[in-house]
């Protein structure tokens, strides 16, 4: 019963996640590509900086979330 109670709890927060890496990843693209076109825009360079330190961060609890999950099971 309890496995069940922590499966219906661990299941919605994996996509969320995941979720968070995938979007963290497409913002960092999305302002990477805007600097390929514009090379010298500092705010641009400050943006990519800010959305790097996210998605490192967004990997590294989505990775420490799996780690949790499969010593769960």
């Given amino acids: 019963m ?3 109670l922590l ?3 661990i299941e919605p927060q994996s996509e969320n996640v ?6 963290a990843k497409m913002e960092l693209d999305q302002v990477q590509h805007h600097l390929v076109l514009q ?3 500092d705010e641009l360079r400050s ?3 800010i959305l ?4 490192v961060v967004d990997v590294g609890n989505e990775e420490a979330f ?3 999950k499969s010593r769960i099971q």
């Fill in 2 to 4: 309890h496995l069940k």
């Fill in 7 to 9: 499966k219906s709890v």
């Fill in 18 to 23: 995941t979720l968070r890496a995938k979007a």
């Fill in 39 to 41: 090379p010298l825009n």
């Fill in 47 to 49: 943006q990519e900086n």
């Fill in 52 to 55: 790097l330190e996210k998605y």
């Fill in 66 to 68: 799996w780690r949790q």
